[in-house]
């Protein structure tokens, strides 16, 4: 089973997104992080394989680095 979540962001520069994306992946070791910095809305891409993606932890983590980061339905 697979499991995605989409987030819309305010990430700035592609910089900022590569760092948040490592330390997500640090914490979240099994999920597929990107961000596509070429959308309007900033996205933030979250895959994993066996389990779902824990969205509020990821929205946590957003929020300690000071980034605005909800759930696209």
Known sequence: MNSIEVFKTNVK????????ASELHQRFPKYKINFDMDDCDKI??????????????IM?????EKVLCEVLK
């Open 13 to 20: 520069r592609r910089k900022d997104a590569q760092r948040l």
């Open 44 to 57: 933030l891409r979250v895959e994993t394989k066996g389990e779902m993606v824990n969205a509020k932890e």
């Open 60 to 64: 946590k983590v957003m929020e300690k």
